[in-house]
T-cell receptor
């Protein structure tokens, strides 16, 4: 089965700093999804990557998928308190349900 | 404008007393999923419906059942909740055709407490 490893498990950054979260797969990914979850709530879709080398940005968040489609990174520029939460990467095989990594808990301090 | 709605947001049930969690969607998506998420863990897929076809994960306990009476609604039934079933239950939907699929949209979740 697809296994996703996320690193780091948790991260505390000062407001305004940049940060990167990584997601690594044991197998070639078909689709890689990034979600954000606030404590006690559902998952909010951020971005989907499907092509090797693909990169997408939304506001201050950039996600990349490597050429081999086994690793993805999520980069946040100039972090803000609103970025705090749990970031989850998920992967599928096209027509299979998502499996998720354990998440990275991000705290942003003033 | 909520697109995937889960009810209730919080559910307290007694040990061994059957409980049903509900999920509805306004997206007309053909795939619906139920995930279980325990504290500090990844969401774990329990089962999903592809249209009317039910797909159970191999390690989903028999204690968990699901019903999808129509496209819009899906239910999670826990026949005899144990203390270990306390968790957040997440419903999600997506549109799938052939080998392609849209991203999954999640509800707010139902937090189940077993006493």
């Amino acid at each position: 089965s697809q296994e996703l490893e996320q690193s780091p498990q948790s991260l505390i950054v000062q407001e305004g700093k940049n940060l990167t979260i990584n997601c690594t797969s044991s197998k070639t990914l078909y689709g890689l999804y990034w979600y954000k979850q606030k404590y006690g709530e559902g998952l909010i879709f951020l971005m989907m990557l499907q092509k090797g080398g693909e990169e997408k940005s939304h506001e201050k968040i950039t996600a990349k998928l490597d050429e081999k489609k086994q690793q993805s990174s999520l980069h946040i520029t100039a972090s803000q308190p609103s970025h705090a939460g749990i970031y989850l990467c998920g992967a599928d095989k096209g027509n299979t349900p998502l499996v998720f990594g354990k998440g990275t808990r991000l705290s942003v301090i003033a | 404008d909520a697109m995937v709605i889960q009810n209730p947001r919080y559910q307290v049930t007694q040990f061994g007393k059957p409980v049903t969690l509900s999920c509805s969607q306004t997206l007309n998506h053909n795939v619906m999923y139920w995930y279980q998420q325990k504290s500090s863990q990844a969401p774990k897929l329990l089962f999903h419906y592809y249209d009317k076809d039910f797909n159970n994960e191999a390690d989903t306990p028999d204690n968990f059942q699901s019903r999808r009476p129509n496209t819009s609604f899906c239910f999670l039934d826990i026949r005899s909740p144990g203390l270990g079933d306390a968790a957040m239950y997440l419903c999600a939907t997506s549109r799938a055709a052939g080998t392609g699929r849209t991203e999954a949209f999640f509800g707010q979740g139902t937090r189940l407490t077993v006493v």
